[in-house]
């Protein structure tokens, strides 16, 4: 007997030992695995919205520099600017920088490195003179968008990332830079957010040399410096877009699972990292109290058996001892936050920890003894399914003695609720034969739900919970591969409301964000399951609609979404109404991948604008050539100017009782070396949009003026020109110093002047407008209103503003001899002038019985075809030297 329990003991002990490190070594690397492989996807959903927001940030400020780049008039950086330019570019830089908080402000720099203005300070006393963006532009103006290193700013007086682009002259040359300071608080802001840990670090660096631009946390002393034989900046140089790894910082010497991803297509990328001791510290503790426990346990065990084997007298004590031991083991399993179950062969319960109850909702352990554990627990796949027997993986490693391990299992608790779990099953040895299985597992619920979440962020809108366009990307490109199959359309629907600014303006942003997720909600529901709602940003959204068979059919559909938006919508303590123009482009019809529908969507969207808006368009050929054109009369114009390129014609203008030239209205046309010669009606709407038409009036008005004092020189009767304002003019335009200059510079004068103004302009006449006329006809102007009848006419600013001439429009004198209500409406404008001491001019003479009408009406002067058409200096010269003062 003394022989046998001395062979025993040591086996046994050898045994236990053997086992409890076993599992001791199963649930610290379980444990350590799971931890790291979260710790790693956490850094790579961190680093994914990072990379987003800046993406989105960069490109969206980008756009805008480029845009400003384009809409500076040169002559605002000349060194002497008239103060209403000035306060006009100020004034858009100001209203632009306020759409964007992650910047300082917008800057315009002329090609002398002077600040010329800064959306934040109305004066900047500030030079670019040897920043690396600007020489670097100034060097080489065809570069497109220049990043600076960090530095100090000369206004701001704290460190930021200049963002610059060049401003280019008609010829293309360096005319300036366009400049957005980057705000690296900012970007700390949105690092600070995160939570990393007390060790958990991000950078921000340039993806070409890897110079640091900013870090959490902070390291100021190493701002700007360059990396060596860093593996991830390795990685990133050689290609990669995004990726994870693990390595020890030579910074600081901590050791960090990373996660990097490039910022889109700018040279930076983002690094997200998470401490090993952070998020194994709670692991470590653990792994410390379980380590001592088990040496403990094991070496009582030892104790024991030792006294067993020196005397079987201490018998008992040695029993109590063992007991002892085992509810020490028993205390073991109890302090382990993982579920651990023991099965036989059968699947029956063999032992299981509180963790494991509580984790299946059972009371206690009786209620599972003795109870087939693989039908109680593991009913159900990740997909819903039901599980046949032969399907349950617990089951497998019972019958077949191997190893199974899932991270997307589904267990089932005893209210027959299901969630999910990581498992992993072991053969359970005992003797040298398999005597079951070892369960053990973890409930992940929390842990998905968290995943979910991030996932949902990075793809849907925050405040409406819409698909952001990542998302809709992603919806398209399923859309039109099932339309590709079906020979179906798909129709993309841009939608941006009308007037929205002003209920941000008027009542915050707090009534706006409101507004714009009850109308999300009421888009939403005006869609089928099929289609996909995005919002894009700020009061835009797009709508993916599959599916498309006929446009009738998509037309109804449309038209429901008009009337959905423009209802009143309910809103705590007020009720608020707006209307949405959409923009309509179908796949393939209008392009062939979602950029380019986007585009023409876009396209359309803002002719329905044009079109009076809360009505929608379908895109068409006609309306991308009608951009492209406008973009590129747009590019073309200051070259024009610059070039001599425009050139006047002169219409005479005739006394119908005398016969003689009484004056010439001065058109002007643009010989564009591409097109050729070009009607105002092709150019002048480019010109008003783009505000040219200020620059471009001034040099009418000169022009003008100098050929009518050439006129004036050559002796006889002194002739009167008549040039058109536009209302724009009044607007953006210095028009008193404008007309002032035009005559003081050709010594014509003032009454030999004639400014046409169109009903439209004294429609929305203020005191500013009325002023400005007042002072002309004062100054000795004449004043003359041109399509008299056209408009909505009103006797009162005929009083107020005292004109000379009521030029009646040529829709009413082309028809005159054949329509009696135009023949009506002409003597009745003649009758009223002659009353009100005004002379009248009828424009459109085409014929002599049309000019028999008008002389009998009482009619002064008249202008057309049937005299002259519009002609260039010289041949008008020769014109005048043809004409005789006889009747017509």
């Not at 449309?558 to 608020?576: I, M, N, Q, S, Y």
Request: net charge negative; with cysteine; hydrophobic share 45%.
């Amino acid at each position: 007997m003394s022989r046998r329990l001395r062979l025993g003991y040591p086996g046994f002990f050898l045994l236990v030992a053997l086992a409890m490190a076993a599992l001791m070594v199963f649930l610290l690397g379980a444990a350590h695995g799971d931890l790291q492989r979260q710790a790693a996807t956490d850094a790579r959903n961190m680093a994914g919205v990072l990379e987003a927001r800046l993406e989105s940030t960069l490109r969206r400020t980008q756009a805008n520099l480029e845009e400003l780049a384009i809409d500076v008039p040169p002559e605002a950086l000349a060194e002497h600017v008239p103060d209403a330019l000035r306060d006009r570019v100020r004034n858009k830089l100001a209203l632009e920088a306020r759409h964007f908080p992650e910047i300082t402000g917008f800057r315009l720099i002329d090609r002398r490195g002077v600040v010329r203005y800064a959306s934040e300070i109305v004066e900047p006393r500030a030079d670019a003179r040897g920043r690396s963006y600007f020489e670097l532009l100034r060097q080489d103006p065809s570069r497109g968008l220049v990043f600076s290193e960090v530095a100090v700013g000369r206004m701001a007086g704290r460190p930021l990332l200049f963002m610059a682009v060049p401003i280019r002259d008609g010829e293309g040359a360096f005319a300036g830079v366009a400049m957005a300071p980057l705000e690296l608080s900012y970007l700390q802001g949105l690092f600070d957010d995160l939570e990393l840990g007390p060790n958990g670090v991000v950078t921000f660096r340039r993806s070409d040399d890897g110079r640091l631009v900013m870090r959490r946390p902070a390291q100021p002393d190493r701002i700007n410096q360059t990396l060596t034989n860093n593996p991830m900046h390795m990685r990133v140089e050689a290609g990669e877009m995004e990726g994870s790894l693990r390595f020890q910082a030579a910074i600081d010497g901590v050791e960090r699972v990373y996660a990097f991803k490039r910022v889109g297509a700018f040279p930076f990328y983002v690094a997200v990292g998470i401490a090993l001791p952070d998020f194994l510290n709670r692991w470590q503790r653990d792994a410390g109290g379980a380590v001592g426990a088990t040496v403990l346990f094991l070496l009582l065990l030892g104790l024991i058996l030792m006294r067993l084997h020196a005397s079987e007298a201490r018998g008992k004590r040695a029993t109590v001892d063992l007991q002892a031991s085992e509810d020490r083991f028993q205390q073991l399993l109890g302090s382990v936050g993982e579920g651990i179950c023991g099965m036989d062969r059968q699947g029956r319960l063999l032992f299981c920890n509180p963790a494991a109850l509580k984790i299946l909702g059972y009371r206690s352990e009786a209620a599972l003894q003795g109870r087939d554990l693989p039908s109680l627990l593991h009913t159900h796949g990740a997909d819903g399914r039901e599980l046949a027997p032969e399907e349950c993986a617990v089951r497998q490693a019972l019958e077949v003695g191997t190893v199974v391990h899932s991270s997307d299992g589904v267990f089932t608790r005893a209210d027959g609720s299901r969630f999910p779990v990581r498992f992993d099953a072991y053969p359970l040895i005992k003797d040298g034969q398999d005597i079951g299985v070892v369960l053990l597992f973890a409930d992940i619920t929390e842990r998905r739900r968290n995943e979910a979440r991030i996932e949902f962020l990075a793809h849907h809108d925050p405040l409406t919970a819409l698909p952001n366009r990542l998302l809709a990307e992603d919806r398209f490109e399923q859309a039109r591969g099932h339309a590709a199959r079906s020979g179906e359309r798909t129709a993309l629907l841009f939608l941006d409301l009308d007037g929205f600014k002003t209920i941000n303006d008027s009542l915050g942003h707090d009534i706006g964000d409101e507004m714009l997720k009850a109308l999300a909600n009421r888009l939403r529901h005006q869609v089928r399951e099929t289609d996909t709602v995005c919002r894009l940003g700020g009061d835009e959204f797009l709508v993916i609609l599959p599916g498309v068979r006929d446009l009738e059919s998509l037309s109804l559909r449309v038209d429901k979404l008009l009337t959905a938006v423009e209802a009143p919508v309910d809103l705590p303590g007020r009720t608020l109404t707006t209307s949405v123009s959409i923009g309509v482009a179908l796949y393939p019809d209008d392009g062939e991948d979602f950029t380019t529908l986007m585009k023409n969507a876009d396209t359309a969207m803002y002719h329905a604008k044009d079109a009076g808006r809360n009505t929608y368009r379908m895109f068409d050929e006609a309306m991308n050539q009608q951009v492209q054109e406008a973009l590129r009369l747009r590019s073309n114009f200051q070259r024009g100017l610059a070039g001599g390129e425009f050139v006047l014609h002169y219409q005479p203008l005739l006394d119908l009782k005398s016969g003689r030239v009484v004056g010439a209205e001065a058109l002007v046309r643009w010989h564009d070396p591409e097109r050729g010669m070009l009607s105002p009606g092709h150019f002048i709407p480019v010109a008003e949009s783009s505000g040219m038409i200020v620059p471009l009036g001034a040099w009418v008005l000169r022009e003008a003026c100098r050929q009518a004092a050439r006129w004036q020189a050559r002796g006889g009767e002194a002739l009167v020109v008549a040039v058109n304002i536009s209302a724009i003019q009044f607007k953006r335009g210095n028009l008193e110093q404008t007309v002032a200059d035009a005559l003081s510079d050709s010594g014509l004068a003032p009454d030999r002047l004639e400014i046409e103004l169109t009903e439209s302009t004294l429609l929305h006449q203020t005191d500013e407008v009325l002023a400005t006329l007042q002072r002309l006809r004062e100054f000795g102007v004449r004043l003359s209103i041109d399509d008299f009848g056209t408009g909505y006419s009103s006797l009162a600013y005929l009083k107020k503003l005292a004109v000379n001439k009521l030029k009646i429009d040529q829709s009413f004198v082309r028809d005159l001899t054949s329509d009696p209500e135009d023949s009506a409406i002409v003597r009745a404008i003649v009758d009223m002038a002659h009353s009100l001491n005004l002379v009248t001019i009828a424009e459109g003479v085409e014929n002599a019985e049309v000019l028999a009408v008008l002389r009998s009406f009482g009619c002064d002067e008249g202008q057309g075809y049937y005299f002259a058409r519009p002609m260039p200096e010289a041949e008008f010269g020769r014109y005048l030297d043809a004409a005789e003062a006889v009747p017509v």
